[in-house]
């Protein structure tokens, strides 16, 4: 049987900002080595995101 890898990552996207300063979260899921970009219609402000 194969062994199959999969990661999950929010982030939030810097460059695209919003009139009231908040940048849009996105999930990207990623099952080995192939990955897709979800955008979950959430929204933060930079100074508040953590990336850790």
Do not use: F
């Amino acid at each position: 049987m194969k062994q199959e890898m999969m990661n999950i990552l929010v982030y939030i996207i810097k460059t695209r900002k919003l009139r009231n300063e908040e940048c849009p979260v996105l999930l990207r899921v990623t099952i080995d080595g192939a990955y897709s970009d979800i955008r979950i219609n959430r929204y933060v402000k930079k100074e508040i995101w953590d990336a850790n």
